[in-house]
């Protein structure tokens, strides 16, 4: 077995008296592609933003390679450096040139060089693509060129895990392959431990090691990626996944 990166136990969330997630457990290992699949206001994206203290959680708890965090926000800020995310509305600084985007937290706040930082963004940027927009402003960016960006910022932190809430639901069809892309290069060649919302069924098949389907804030299954797609356990599954065309 291979080593436990994030652990969950029995987590809640409330908005005043309303429960948005119910008791939540998972674990996730290094290397592991975990999907969050469901309908739309089951509890996806809170979940994901809990994992990055985001969001508080009322109970429960969260380990981070076998350490419980303590929710301050001074832990997060630390672990924020490991557990990166990249968000479906991009959140690039438009004032900072694409390079400067990259470059902005490894320099400020990890204290890294700025001559290696610089030289990985690029490297980066090659591999994404987008070597020749470094010098550009996000605003002269199509929607799928950022989201890359996006993602290749959150690599050059050097991240244990990589958290993706719905980052191509914005998106024209057209530019979705590509960024879809990038995930699965990140799986499959970089082995990158993995939690992705998504309503990209396909993708999810094809990338899943394991998949959380919730509805409601509960999880109604919690099983391999390969199973839930030939034989999932439970009505509401079979009718999500019949109503996703799949």
Request: proline share 3%; net charge neutral.
């Amino acid at each position: 077995m291979t080593e436990e990166i994030l652990r969950v136990e029995n987590l809640n969330k409330y908005y005043g008296d309303w429960q948005a997630l119910h008791d939540i457990n998972l674990t996730l290992h290094k290397g592991e592609v975990l999907t969050l699949l469901g309908p739309s206001g089951s509890g996806k994206s809170t979940l994901i933003r809990c994992l990055n203290g985001l969001e508080t959680f009322s109970s429960g708890a969260i380990y981070f390679k076998g350490k419980k965090i303590n929710g301050s926000s001074k832990t997060w800020q630390a672990l924020r450096q490991k557990i990166g995310m990249v968000f479906q509305s991009y959140d690039l600084f438009p004032n900072l040139t694409v390079i400067e985007n990259i470059m902005l937290a490894p320099v400020k706040v990890q204290k890294r060089s700025e001559k290696k930082v610089r030289a990985e963004a690029i490297s980066l940027l090659k591999r994404v693509e987008l070597d020749e927009y470094v010098d550009t402003y996000p605003r002269e960016l199509s929607g799928g060129q950022k989201q890359r960006i996006a993602i290749v910022r959150a690599l050059a932190l050097h991240p244990e895990i990589m958290l993706f809430d719905e980052v191509t639901a914005s998106l024209d069809p057209e530019m979705v392959r590509g960024v879809l892309q990038i995930m699965a290069d990140l799986a499959k060649k970089d082995h990158m431990t993995m939690i992705i919302v998504t309503h990209e069924m396909n993708f999810a098949r094809q990338i899943a090691d394991q998949v959380l389907f919730l509805e409601d804030g509960k999880i109604l299954e919690n099983t391999s990626g390969k199973e839930f797609f030939a034989h999932p356990q439970t009505d509401r599954a079979r009718d999500f996944l019949t109503s996703m065309d799949f």
